[in-house]
């Protein structure tokens, strides 16, 4: 690796070490450890002198600058005619080139030009092949490919490493500062993706205008007031591997995605400080902050935002978003869910309808006090917020343009029940109304909800809707709740409208296939939607139609009713998964305000607690399809939580298709419960017992060994074989319970 050395007379160099010693850095002054490089049309300089053409030189000027050509054909790219630029636009730009490790201080502009940062080959591995750039009043543009970009310099992590969403770049080798004072502009283009000659393999392909091959870590200086502004032809600001952002004011305005880190399953951004604005996707889509891995949060103070007309999200990302700190106003037409395990409580609002550019959210809390008060630049129907004034088991109220919203779904799914069930009242905490799974056992492991929502099915049937109808999912219309309360499990809230009381609008429901809802389809099976019908005269103008993924990860299409039912139909999903249908009034109607949304299934499973890979995701999914267990909530199973007795007895009961039989062997079985006469069932055949004094103890959780017992108890019923469970006296868990019943054998 070449070292660079300066010639400087002993008396000078005291004289700078000392006032580096006195005196902070000022802008535009390089400090004794600093190259000064200085960019203007007229001529680059680097400490003062011309800039060599020499490409051994540590700095110099006069490298091909690299961009898709025009007039190649297919064999050369994958580039259309709107990513080829022609020589002579390429060559009336100023490719300088940084070579070897230090410090660069960089100011000045420069019309047509890029910035790159190459060390060589080997310097992947070499950890004194670190450039800190820092950006010292720089404009930089270029139209053929990123402004600044860096090469090759030294990678702290293997892009095979999956590291959870943890990453430290202090020791990267692509190092960005923004220097205090100072106000900065990157205007950059792309470059589409080049083939290796005679192959497909990629030679080159840099999406954004400020690009890193490498891990890039981006801070401010000591005071934190500089600030980078980024306008993107295509993305803004990219790294192939992970990105951190730690202080400055970052501005974004990107054609596509603001943020990309783009290494599948593997690549963290993360956010520690400072202040970052997105305005993405002003061309035809693109996301916000978009990491193919993983995105963390853990301070500062950002506002994102994504295209407004494609299925993009202001944060959005593969792996887990954790939001742990800082402040995060995160809208588009649907953002990413947000983990569970996040350290700082979050909020996330789908609104049923799309809501205006203009529109002010404000979100307060029970005595008034505003957590939040942002005017939306664009339109959207998705927000992700966290803030440190957020709390656990408190209740705000959510406004837009001054007027109190209201939801009817919340993280434990419809807060409606069946027909003729009513909704949750108002003012009822999630999880204890109508329509929701029984309490608890006391220790946070919900039972297994009412047999009757999931009667058991022969093999083969087709699981019936996610409320228990055969002839599919019945629709949720119930009370619709103002009080926005946060719990460690509920952080979502769907098909949010404007309260009827505060709009003083008439409430509208919809009725979606005469009433018997969507009904789930099989993997491949075709989702029917044949009507949909108004409670009252809205014109189908200004009814919406929305259809999201739950959790929400890529899938958000719209229509209006006035569009026709085939065109509303052309937009349900085909893929399996969990679906949202919502029905709304639109935001601007003046009269009328209303929503009616349900759940549906393709394939696969609803629960957004169990994946595919999943050691139990096989066995869970045969039983849910049986109607064997049904899960503790409309979209949860909770694999991981303890197995109650209650939940134990009732699905055995569902194994052999028992008639339920009530029993008074017992004073803590509540009599016509969900669970009460599979426990009568259960005790006459002897496959239980009670605990004593006449108790059964219903939500008390099953270990292995006991679990091991009632089985020897059930083969003898059933003539089955079975695999024991592991465990001794632990709890025994929901997912290791299913894969025990799939392992039954005649």
Do not use: C
Not at 86 to 98: D, R
Not at 302 to 330: F, Q, Y
Not at 444 to 456: C, D, Q, V, Y
Not at 661 to 671: I, P
Request: charged fraction near 15%.
């Amino acid at each position: 690796m070449r070292m660079r050395l300066r010639s400087t007379s002993f008396l000078l160099a005291g004289m700078l070490t000392l006032s580096s010693v006195l005196f902070s850095p000022v802008a535009g002054a390089a400090s004794p450890t600093e190259t000064l490089i200085t960019l203007s049309d007229r001529g680059i300089q680097v400490d003062g002198q011309t800039a060599s053409s020499d490409s051994s030189s540590a700095v110099y000027t006069g490298a091909d600058i690299v961009y898709y050509k025009a007039g190649q054909g297919s064999a050369y790219g994958e580039g259309t005619a709107e990513d080829e630029h022609a020589a002579s636009e390429a060559e009336a730009h100023t490719v300088v080139t940084i070579t070897e490790p230090g410090t660069y201080r960089v100011s000045g502009t420069l019309s047509a030009g890029q910035l790159a940062v190459d060390l060589g080959k080997d310097a992947a591995e070499d950890p004194s092949a670190v450039v800190k750039l820092i950006l010292d009043g720089v404009n930089i543009t270029s139209t053929v490919a990123p402004a600044v970009i860096f090469y090759n310099v030294y990678e702290p992590y293997s892009s095979s490493e999956d590291t959870k969403g943890v990453t430290d770049l202090s020791s990267a080798g692509a190092q960005v500062v923004i220097a205090d004072g100072s106000d900065n502009h990157v205007s950059g283009s792309y470059v589409a993706r080049i083939y290796k000659e005679g192959t497909t393999k990629k030679l080159h392909k840099y999406d954004g205008a400020f690009y890193s091959k490498m891990s890039m870590n981006i801070s401010g200086e000591s005071a934190g007031t500089g600030k980078l502004t980024i306008l993107a032809e295509n993305e803004g600001l990219d790294s192939e591997l992970h990105l951190t952002l730690n202080g400055g004011s970052i501005y974004i305005e990107s054609q596509d995605d603001g943020i990309n880190t783009n290494e599948d399953g593997i690549s963290v951004t993360t956010i520690n400080g400072g202040y970052l604005h997105v305005n993405a996707g002003l061309g035809a889509e693109g996301d916000g902050i978009d990491s193919n891995g993983y995105l963390t949060v853990n301070g500062g103070s950002i506002v994102t935002m994504s295209n407004e007309r494609s299925p993009d999200g202001g944060i959005d990302a593969d792996k887990d978003i954790l939001l742990n700190g800082g402040m995060v106003v995160a809208l588009g037409t649907r953002n990413d869910a947000t983990s569970g395990d996040s350290k700082q409580p979050f909020m996330e609002l789908m609104f049923a309808s799309t809501q205006a550019a203009g529109s002010v959210i404000e979100i307060t809390d029970a005595s008034g006090n505003k957590l939040l008060n942002h005017t939306a630049e664009k339109a959207f129907q998705s927000i992700t917020f966290t803030s440190a004034d957020l709390a656990l088991n408190q209740e705000y109220q959510v406004y837009v343009d001054g007027i109190r919203q209201q939801y009817s779904g919340n993280s434990f799914g419809m807060m409606g029940g069946p027909p003729g069930g009513g909704g949750r009242p108002q003012g009822t905490p999630p999880g204890q109304g109508q329509g929701t799974p029984p309490a608890g056992n006391g220790n946070g492991t919900p039972p297994e909800p009412p047999a009757g929502e999931k009667p058991a099915m022969p093999d083969g049937m087709t699981p019936p809707g996610m409320n228990g109808f055969p002839d599919g999912q019945a629709e949720t219309a119930g009370e619709a709740s103002t009080s926005f309360i946060l719990t460690d499990t509920v952080h979502s809230f769907s098909a949010i409208t404007a309260s009827t009381d505060a709009s003083g609008k008439q409430k509208v429901t919809f009725s979606i296939n005469a009433g018997r809802g969507i009904a789930n389809a099989a993997s491949g099976g075709t989702i029917v939607l044949d009507s949909i019908t108004a409670s009252t005269a809205v014109p189908d103008m200004d009814v919406q139609v929305t259809v999201t993924d739950v959790p929400s990860e890529n899938y958000s299409e719209t229509a209006l009713l006035s569009e026709g039912i085939e065109a509303i139909s052309a937009i349900l999903p085909k893929d399996d998964g969990t679906y949202r249908l919502t029905v709304a009034v639109v935001s601007g109607n003046a009269a009328y305000t209303g929503a009616t949304s349900l759940q549906f299934t393709i394939g696969g499973l609803p629960f957004a607690d169990v994946k595919l890979g999943d050691g139990a995701y096989d066995a869970i999914k045969s039983l849910y399809e049986k109607g064997v267990m049904v899960g503790t909530a409309e979209n949860a199973f909770s694999p991981n939580e303890g197995l109650s007795r209650a939940a134990a007895v009732t699905v055995f009961g569902r194994l052999l298709d028992v008639k339920p039989e009530e029993t008074a062997l017992f004073s803590d079985v509540e009599q016509s419960s969900w669970y009460s006469g599979y426990v009568g069932w259960a005790a006459e055949a002897g496959l239980v017992e009670g605990i004593g004094n006449g108790q059964f103890s219903p939500n008390s959780i099953i270990t292995a060994d006991r679990m091991n017992l009632i089985m020897e108890r059930y083969s003898a019923l059933s003539g089955q074989t079975y695999q024991k469970a592991e465990g001794g006296s632990k709890p025994l868990t929901r997912g290791e319970f299913a894969v025990m019943l799939v392992s039954l054998k005649r």
